[in-house]
């Protein structure tokens, strides 16, 4: 599929959006210069008969998302949670991608559910709703068990959603390529691998035995987490394309109006949405990744509710330490610090000056202290941070995308619910305690019982693994068989170490 047809689809996307008004509408929005503005406009205005009309009923930018197709609503999505990027009113017109799609009939997910389930709705569930909630992937439905009465939501997947999204795809891979050949300074910023890992995530979210999955382990980690209510699965009502889950009523984090009528504080709940984030993706390494407002809701008791489970994200403990020490070099005007760990982990190119890169972060980070959460333009903090990485050569690190990307979401989210949040003054207490429990002494002692462990496993073959690698690694007459008084010392002093690395391994666990 990815071949030139998708040219089309590019130019497709430039006329839809001049020909339903979004391109006016969105370059200034997100205060785009002058000449850039020109050029799009010189590019989409000759090719405006060719673009999708879209539902007349819409504001401009949401009618011509929703008429592009599934991939394009997802960026829509994002973007309605940063309106300090695309401006108040452009975010509030876009809210209404996160939940408020057209559904498709519910006669087809009927039969979606009895395909999927092999067996009649009626024999598993006694009442089954028309859709209460519908996305760009699937849509929800309200119903109830038919053996216990129990309320649950049940997910089901788009017809012919797979495909629609392998052709946006195709056409953002190659949009991704000719961005490379005619902009070289970008690659750098690897736009194909972006769009690698951005498929990725989708296809894993086409896959509702996926998220149920992950809704299961999500729940096992954050059982312990106060003031959060996460659904529970029902594996043997769902599959590839439906999803059972328990049912939680809340009020939406959309619903600013409802939130305040319920005499819900709003700062205390944009400070937990973002504590909780931290804490899960670094304490657990596992997080919500679509942490939007269509995704959240608040108990009548003031706790977060969170599902839809579709895009979740991990990171490995090095990464999480990497990713704490920057988040607190930052948080204590550490600039060289930050530097540093830049370099040790390898995200800046060693023949950089780390002195000249400490002076770049200390121009990106000071502005945001002493100020307003409220004065903070992103759109001009991540325009800045784009110049400094572009100067020192930095990749983009298709590992931490989804971390990036959800943090500027968490961030858009609490912020809708208190424009003076904070967030360095809401992360400092997170950070700190995963440093101190992370960082230093006793990690670096944990590590290493961890290693041993690991050692442990292989130590009946150790020696004989040692005595191969030592007679390789020498000289063609070193190769010759070992004499065997020769052989029995060696392997006498090989396995008198690994018993010493055993040994230490078990006093530093009993130690722990």
């Known amino acids: 599929m990815r071949g030139p047809h998708n040219f089309w689809r590019l130019v497709r996307t430039g006329a839809t959006f001049e020909r339903t008004g979004a391109m006016t509408v969105a370059l200034e929005a997100m205060e785009v210069s002058p000449r850039l503005r020109f050029a799009a406009r010189l590019l989409g205005r000759p090719f405006r008969w060719l ?10 930018v949401t009618r011509a998302l929703t008429a592009l197709g599934p991939a394009y609503i997802k960026f829509g999505q994002i973007l309605s949670t940063r309106p300090d990027i695309v401006g108040v009113e452009l975010a509030d017109q876009m809210k209404y991608l996160q939940d408020q799609l057209p559904p498709f009939p519910v006669t087809e997910a009927r039969a979606a559910v009895e395909a999927e389930l092999g067996q009649p709705l009626g024999a598993v ?23 216990t009465g129990e309320a649950v939501a049940v997910k089901v997947l788009r017809p012919g959603i797979e495909k629609a999204f392998r052709k946006d795809i195709d056409a953002f891979y190659l949009a991704a390529r000719w961005i490379e050949i005619l902009a070289p300074f970008s690659r750098r910023l690897r736009p194909v691998d972006v769009i690698e890992h951005f498929e990725g995530v989708v296809l894993g979210e086409l896959d509702l035995r996926l998220e149920c999955a992950s809704a299961a382990e999500f729940a096992a980690n954050t059982e312990k987490d106060d003031a959060l209510v996460v659904p529970r699965p029902f594996w043997g009502l769902s599959g590839r394309t ?18 305040e009528a319920a005499g819900i504080d709003r700062a205390a709940l944009g400070r937990r949405v973002l504590t909780l984030f931290l804490n899960h ?9 679509d942490m939007h407002q269509g995704n959240l809701k608040v108990a009548a008791d003031g706790s977060l509710v969170v599902y839809d489970f579709g895009i979740m994200g991990r990171i490995d403990e090095y990464t999480r330490r990497v990713y704490a020490e920057i988040l607190m070099g930052f948080i204590r005007k550490d600039y ?3 530097a540093e760990v830049h370099f040790e982990a390898g995200y800046v190119p060693a023949d950089r000056d780390v002195e000249e890169f400490a002076r770049a972060l200390r121009a990106v980070g000071e502005p945001i202290f002493g100020m307003e959460a409220n ?13 400094v990485t572009e100067k ?22 609490a912020r809708s619910l208190d424009p003076h949040l904070n967030m360095w003054e809401v992360a400092r207490p997170v950070v700190e305690d995963y440093i101190r429990h992370n960082v230093g002494p006793q990690a670096v002692l944990r590590d290493l019982a961890r290693t041993v462990r690991v050692l442990a496993r292989f130590g009946p073959k150790l020696p004989a693994l040692a005595e191969a690698a030592l007679i390789n690694a020498g000289n063609p007459a070193a ?23 055993l040994a230490l391994g078990v006093a530093i666990g009993a130690a722990l």
């Open 375 to 387: 004065r903070i333009s992103m759109a001009r903090l991540l325009a800045y941070l784009f110049e």
């Open 242 to 259: 439906v999803l059972t889950i328990g049912w939680a009523d809340g009020i939406g984090l959309n619903e600013l109006a409802a939130i």
């Open 336 to 338: 060289r610090r930050v």
């Open 281 to 289: 993706a670094l304490r657990d390494g596992f997080f919500h990744a």
């Open 51 to 60: 673009g999708l009309k879209g539902d007349p009923s819409l504001p401009p």
């Open 479 to 501: 190769t010759a068989r070992p004499q065997p008084q020769r052989r029995f010392w060696r392997r006498l002093w090989l396995g008198t170490g690994a018993v010493a690395v």
């Open 392 to 413: 020192f050569g930095m990749e983009t690190r298709t590992e931490l995308i989804l971390l990036q990307r959800t943090m500027v979401v968490v961030e858009g989210v």
């Open 125 to 147: 569930f006694s009442s089954f709703s028309e859709p209460v909630a519908a996305a760009s992937i699937a849509q929800v439905h309200r119903a109830h068990l038919a053996d």
